[in-house]
């Protein structure tokens, strides 16, 4: 997938006949071919033309806005979407129900099966074998929640797990990180470079995972784990944790000793920010086995196809399986 990243102030994204150019301060022009898939604007201070927009928006190129965290607070998409009305009917009938419940069990049991597996996969690179032993117990906990009948589980209690295996998870990653980096734990407030770090890549990741839930169909905003409210794509929130340990954990994790971040009033340089969405963008291109399918492909088609998946299960009224990762 070619992705152009625009992160540095002053630059402008306008069209010209054969192309679409980038114009930077110095007035430096590069030249953008049209089969381009994708534009993330990362700054308040690059403009773009209406020219600009028409193609794109006739071409199908997606283009996101992210904010200073790397959250998107704006997007293109297409005109029309396949699906849209029968997926929606169904989400908005099955979304608060039990059926609804057994789809956040099998996301949460997902994620905690997800950790799992990376704390198993940096054992062995990293050559720390207690990661191994903490690992099963995370793996434990899934298999306590997966036993549990969905008619005795709420949000609180499903949450309830995956807090619990949050805490051993978080405590297991920060003993390993470089000492300088600050990090005591997870905590999405938190001031030091890997939490922001970490902030920058799950926004990258929400981008990803809305966009694959649209164009699937579904409703963003209408989640089954996380409270709706207006406003909030609690459903984009939900289906984001199965894929936030091998998305953005896996590349800052193995990458953190040569990292080089920084900070201008409490929040990443423009530089850093562009470091850690070369970083993500291109694990989301890299390739990974999940328990679906034998066949490897980018990270980037499996949440694609996870989507689809769960567009089909609210559709259909059939169980779903959620994306569980071989590393």
């Not at 950790?115 to 690179?125: D, G, R, T």
């Not at 409210?229 to 936030?244: A, Q």
């Not at 499996?302 to 071989?326: P, T």
Request: charged letters at 30%; glycine letters at 6%.
């Amino acid at each position: 997938m070619r992705i152009l990243f625009v992160c540095e102030p002053g630059s402008k994204i306008c069209f010209r006949k054969g192309g679409v150019f980038i114009v930077r301060r110095n007035d430096e022009r590069i030249a953008v071919t049209p089969d381009v898939d994708q534009i993330i604007i990362a700054s308040s201070r690059i403009g773009i033309s209406a020219k600009a927009l028409r193609f794109l928006a006739r071409h199908g190129i997606d283009l996101v806005v992210l904010d200073a965290d790397g959250y998107p607070v704006a997007r293109l998409y297409p005109p029309f979407i396949n699906k849209t009305v029968a997926t929606r009917i169904a989400q908005f009938e099955k979304a608060l129900k039990r059926f609804g419940t057994s789809i956040a069990r099998e996301i949460v049991f997902c994620k905690i099966v997800n950790q799992a597996q990376l704390l198993k996969y940096l054992a062995k690179s990293l050559r720390e074998p207690w990661l191994r032993d903490v690992g099963y117990e995370i793996e434990a906990i899934a298999t306590d929640l997966l036993a549990k009948n969905v008619e005795e589980l709420s949000r609180d209690k499903i949450m309830g797990f995956e807090a619990h295996a949050a805490r051993k998870y978080w405590q297991a990653i920060a003993s390993m990180l470089p000492e300088e980096l600050g990090f005591r734990g997870r905590d999405p407030d938190a001031s030091d470079l890997f939490n922001l770090a970490l902030n920058y890549g799950y926004g990258i990741l929400y981008n990803v995972c809305e966009r694959a839930l649209v164009l699937a169909g579904l409703d963003p905003y209408l989640g089954v784990l996380h409270v709706v409210k207006s406003g909030r794509p609690s459903l984009t929130l939900d289906f984001v944790e199965m894929f936030r340990p091998v998305a953005v954990d896996k590349p800052l994790v193995t990458n953190a000793r040569r990292l080089r971040l920084e900070m201008v009033c409490g929040r990443l340089d423009y530089e850093s920010r562009k470091i850690l969405a070369d970083l993500i963008l291109s694990n989301l291109d890299a390739k990974y086995r999940c328990s679906k399918s034998d066949r490897v492909a980018p990270l980037r088609e499996h949440i694609k196809r996870e989507a689809w998946d769960l567009a089909k299960s609210f559709r259909e009224g059939i169980e779903y399986r959620g994306f569980r990762v071989y590393l």
